[in-house]
C-alpha cells in the first residue's frame, strides 16, 4: 500500500521560507528599486552591500565579536553542565528535585530582569567590554536548560555501565571521556544548538554589556536602524549574513541532531 502524497508540509516550509526569501532578495537590491515598487526578483542584483560590510572593520567585526562570545558561553554551559546533570542523574540528595525543577525558573526568567544586576557587578569587576562578560551573563540562562537536556540523555545510559567501567579499573574522568560522553554526544549536539541560538540572538544583554570593541553585529544594526533608516539594503544584507552561523552550526551538528530530538528530556 503506497502512501498517498499530501502537499501540506511543502506549503508550510514555503510559507516559512518566504521571509527568508524576501530578505535575500531586498540584499541584492539598492534602497532605490526597494522604494520604486514591490519586484519578486531583483531587476539588476548587486554584491554592493555585502562588499560595503566586509570592506568596514564597524560592520564585519560586530560578526567576530558575536561569534567569539557565544562559542565561549556554548563551551561554559556544556562544561559545567555535564557534570551537574551527571550528578542529579545517579545521586540524590536533599532538595535535589526541588533545586532540579527550579533552574526552569532561572531559564523562564527574562533577560530584561537581570539588565542592572549584570550591568553592576561586571562594572565593579572591571569586565564591561569584554566577550567574557557576554559570555557568563548568558550561561545563567543556558546552563539551566543544558543541564536538562542532558540529565535526560545520561539517565538513558544504564547505571550498569558506570559500575562496570569502574571495576575495569576505569577512573572517573577516563569514564567520562571514554565511555559517557560518546553515549551522550546527541544530547551534547542538542544542548550546544540550544546554547548557540539563545547566545546568537539575544540582544538586550550583549548590547549593555558591551560598548566599543565587543559590540555584537546585534547591537551594531539596532543602532545603525536609528541612524542610518533609509538604508534598508545594508541592514537586509547584515540580516542575511547573520542568519549564516546558525545554518553552520545545523550542518556540523545535524547527524547527532537528528538523533537529538528524538531522545532525552525535549522528546
Given at each position: ?93 536533599p532538595g535535589d528535585r526541588i533545586l532540579f525543577f527550579g533552574f526552569l525558573v532561572f531559564r523562564m526568567m527574562a533577560p530584561a530582569i537581570l539588565l542592572v544586576p549584570f550591568v553592576q557587578i561586571f562594572s565593579d569587576l572591571g569586565l ?49 571521556r571514554c565511555i559517557l560522553l560518546p553515549q551522550i554526544a546527541p544530547g551534547i549536539a542538542v544542548t550546544a544548538f540550544f546554547c ?72
Amino acid at each position: 500500500m503506497t502512501r498517498k502524497f499530501s502537499p501540506a508540509p511543502a506549503i508550510y516550509v514555503a510559507l516559512l521560507m518566504v521571509p527568508i526569501y524576501w530578505l535575500i532578495v531586498m540584499s541584492l537590491k539598492t534602497n532605490g528599486e526597494i522604494r520604486g515598487g514591490l519586484t519578486l526578483l531583483p531587476q539588476a542584483p548587486t554584491f554592493a552591500n555585502f562588499q560595503l560590510i566586509f570592506s568596514s572593520p564597524a560592520w564585519y567585526l560586530g560578526y567576530v565579536n558575536a561569534t567569539i562570545y557565544v562559542l565561549m558561553n556554548v563551551c561554559i554551559s556544556i562544561v559545567v553542565a555535564i557534570p551537574a546533570a551527571y550528578a542529579f542523574s545517579r545521586y540524590r540528595f536533599p532538595g535535589d528535585r526541588i533545586l532540579f525543577f527550579g533552574f526552569l525558573v532561572f531559564r523562564m526568567m527574562a533577560p530584561a530582569i537581570l539588565l542592572v544586576p549584570f550591568v553592576q557587578i561586571f562594572s565593579d569587576l572591571g569586565l564591561i567590554d569584554t566577550y567574557i562578560a557576554v559570555a557568563i551573563a548568558h550561561c545563567f540562562f543556558n546552563v539551566p536548560i543544558a543541564i536538562w537536556i542532558l540529565e535526560g540523555f545520561i539517565s538513558s545510559v544504564p547505571r550498569e555501565m558506570d559500575e562496570s567501567a569502574m571495576m575495569d579499573g576505569y577512573g572517573f574522568a577516563r569514564f567520562f571521556r571514554c565511555i559517557l560522553l560518546p553515549q551522550i554526544a546527541p544530547g551534547i549536539a542538542v544542548t550546544a544548538f540550544f546554547c548557540f541560538m539563545f547566545s546568537w540572538i539575544e540582544l538586550l544583554l550583549a548590547n549593555a554589556l558591551t560598548v566599543v570593541h565587543a559590540k555584537p553585529i546585534g547591537a551594531i544594526m539596532t543602532r545603525a536602524g536609528g541612524v542610518l533608516a533609509a538604508d534598508i539594503a545594508l541592514l537586509a544584507a547584515a540580516s542575511v549574513l547573520s542568519l549564516i552561523p546558525g545554518v553552520i552550526m545545523i550542518v556540523f551538528v545535524k547527524n547527532h541532531l537528528a538523533r537529538g530530538f528524538s531522545m532525552g528530556r525535549i522528546s
